[in-house]
């Protein structure tokens, strides 16, 4: 009931005082009937509503709250301005980046597709009028695979914005995503809940994910960028030759079939190796060869892979 509430919360307030010498924000802090009104906490809008299905009769529907689609819209905005001002791909990226942080951040909201479209209204327009001259536009069926995997429920054939061969994201590319709860089978005590715990391992450290994003080739095509940062994760940032993981500084994506002998920059053209193993890939000099191989100590099966990409790239393979 609602007096139960007020002593709760007159509870929890002299608790943070006394034991903890904490003080309370008197305007963010107060009793709330969701069932009638809503708050909000952490730009997220709550509400509870009638739900025949439901386990209790009633789920809570969440939305961005008014704060938070004002604060989308106004960021947004000045990333359009600063494309405007520097036509580049890499301020098209920021554009991006940030879209995707609020896509992100947002995605468990219930009506997050719905205050998208309001966010996304409001930037129509300040898109065809500042971009106007650096601007052309795309289907979405012909962007590349990576940009696809960034976007949901967005048709073949809708328009996509493109500045200096870069596609800006479309910013109602998300779904609502289920907020799941912690996995209790994550344990250092059984077997299984060892091995969920090695398997969640396996994934990139977003630092180095984010750093080699930031590794953009300006002088490649955006389906080689996209490409790239694809296969160092299908590869866990690991050699394709010697299976070990590489240092974002020694990081090369090498073209199994070479550009001017009719390779292209398609995901499957395209492996992750070591800056060293690269040089033995194209190196034909016998002496620097067996100085390299000396550092490495490839066994047979890595020596194998090491010809393969010799042999597709016109070199002759090392016989060891």
Sequence with gaps: TYDEAQRFYHATVDF??????????PKKSKVVNLKKNSSVFLGFKIKVVKQGKAKFGYIAKTSM???AITKAKRQLKERIKGIQKEPTSEKVTQFNSTLLGIQNYFKYAVTIYMDLTEVNYSLR???RTRLRNNMKHMKFCETSVNFKRKTKGIQPNTKIYVVQNTPLLPVTGIHHKNPWNFSQVI?????????????????????????????????????????????????????????EEIGIERVHCHHIVPIKQGGDDKYNNLVIVDWFIHKLIHMTNLNKITHYLRSFKLNKKQ????????TKAGNEPIVT
């Design 16 to 25: 943070l005082k006394s034991r903890l010498g904490l003080e309370i924000n």
């Design 65 to 67: 709250s008014d704060k």
């Design 125 to 127: 327009r300040v898109i």
């Design 187 to 243: 344990c250092n005590y059984t077997e299984t809940g060892r091995n969920k715990v090695h398997s969640n391992l396996k994934a990139i450290p977003k630092d180095v994910l984010n750093q080699a994003m930031r590794t953009y080739s300006k002088n490649k095509s955006i389906e080689y960028n996209d490409n790239r940062i694809s296969k160092y994760v299908a590869q866990y940032g690991k050699c394709y030759v010697t299976g």
């Design 303 to 310: 020596m194998d892979k090491l010809n393969v990409l010799r």
